[in-house]
């Protein structure tokens, strides 16, 4: 894996384990067809998936509103004041997402959907190789997005998710309960998990 840029130089959440394993699958994923991201904040993880995309002549659907998390707000844990919009006082990531894709040379193959995620899939239509859900790690974001994205997987696609911790103690639980949804569903189906990226396979 040859990345255009460092991964350290962007800032995020996404460990350099993850971002291999995110490259891997989108490098196999792509001849499927497009692959997605929800949650791209400044684009660390979009670096991975977008050189994979790229490298395989297929586009990544970036959805995110790029105004935060709910623990990205001020006075949160993971608030960032270099990311606060001064006339709006409102968190906006959309600028240093911008500049990742210019830096990593993605603007050709990175589409950002700047809206939040349930906007952007209430008419969606296109099949989707991968997606990726990292958005807002509330219950009720995480099943919004489950619901909202992994009924667009192809068969034989990918569906990963980030923060899956089996054990309540070391994180919230809501990227582990859509996590168990989809197994649930019986529609995928688990690969290897990489520290805290929960891996399926849609099946049928």
């Known amino acids: ?44 993880s979009t670096l991975y998936l977008g050189t994979a995309c790229r490298e395989q002549g297929q586009v990544l659907f970036a959805v995110d509103h790029h105004r935060g998390s709910e623990e990205h707000q001020p006075g949160e844990e993971y608030h960032d004041p270099d990311l606060l ?25 990175v589409v950002p959907v700047v809206a939040a995620s349930a906007l952007a899939g209430r008419h969606w239509h296109t099949p989707l190789a991968l997606v990726f859900i990292d958005g807002g790690h509330s219950r009720a ?34 990227p582990h309960e859509i996590y168990r949804l989809a197994l649930a569903s019986g529609l995928f189906g688990a690969l290897e998990m990489t520290r805290t990226l929960g891996v399926l396979v849609r099946l049928v």
């Open 85 to 109: 919009d001064g006339p709006s006082g409102r968190m906006d990531s959309f600028s240093a997402f911008r500049a990742t894709l210019a830096r990593a040379g993605l603007e050709e193959t």
């Open 141 to 174: 974001a995480a099943l919004t997005d489950y619901h909202t994205w992994a009924r667009h997987v192809v068969p034989g696609g990918v569906l990963a998710i980030h923060d899956v911790f089996i054990d309540p103690a070391d994180g919230g639980q809501a």
């Open 1 to 44: 894996m040859r990345l255009p840029i460092a991964p350290e130089s962007i800032k995020g959440f996404l460990h350099p384990e993850e971002g291999a394993r995110l490259h891997a699958l989108a490098s196999a994923a792509a001849r499927l067809g497009a692959c997605l991201e929800v949650g791209s904040y400044c684009g660390k």
